[in-house]
């Protein structure tokens, strides 16, 4: 993974994204969106509107999920970051990636990093607990295309499996 060349008025940051620990220069008006996608090529974070009211560059910052488009990243110095590339493990898709599969919960598929990172951090949350609830917070992530029916099933499928592992555990 490389960042850009060195320009004047760069600013060292320290990053942890999806897990690497980065040594970056960034220009101070660079979004953690920018940076992402432009110098890190990690381009599975969509740009849509870049200003905050679409949804579709949500990532999750220090576990919170938050619209990249807004945050320069040297206001995140020292963060640790995930982006829909960081979410699964070795081999292992996440529960949201698997279940927006089995449910078919998109179609051209430009808002759906951001509409599982955004959900990733709605379960991390645990305030959603209806299918209401979860359309309700997850109504700053727009689909053109649509899918919120399925998109809430999956994100519902992912929220019963959490209760019932709780729940095991508990027994
Ligand atoms: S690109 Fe960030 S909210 Fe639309
Ligand atoms: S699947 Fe096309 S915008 Fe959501």
Redesign the pocket.
């Known amino acids: 993974m490389s960042s850009r060349n060195l320009q004047q008025g760069d600013v060292p940051i320290v990053m942890t994204i999806n897990g690497d620990r980065l040594e970056l220069h960034v220009s101070p008006w660079t979004t953690l969106?920018d940076l992402l996608r432009d110098h890190l090529h990690l381009t599975g974070t969509?740009?849509?509107?870049?200003?905050?009211?679409?949804?579709?560059?949500?990532v999750l910052i220090d576990g919170r999920r938050i619209?990249?488009?807004?945050v320069f990243a040297v206001m995140r110095d020292g963060a640790e970051v995930t982006t829909i590339e960081g979410l699964a493990k070795d081999d292992s898709l996440h529960p949201l990636q698997e279940a927006f599969i089995e449910r078919d919960a998109f179609q051209c598929g430009y808002c759906t990093p951001?509409q599982i990172c955004s959900a990733a951090g709605l379960l991390a949350e645990d305030r959603a607990h209806s299918r209401e609830e979860i359309r309700e917070h997850m109504s700053?992530n727009?689909c053109r295309c649509g899918a919120y029916t399925n998109i809430v099933d999956a994100i519902e499928d992912v929220m019963a499996q959490e209760q019932s592992q709780q729940k095991a555990k508990v027994a």
């Open positions: 969106l969509k740009k849509g509107c870049d200003h905050g009211q679409c949804g579709a560059c949500t619209n990249s488009c807004l951001g700053g727009i």
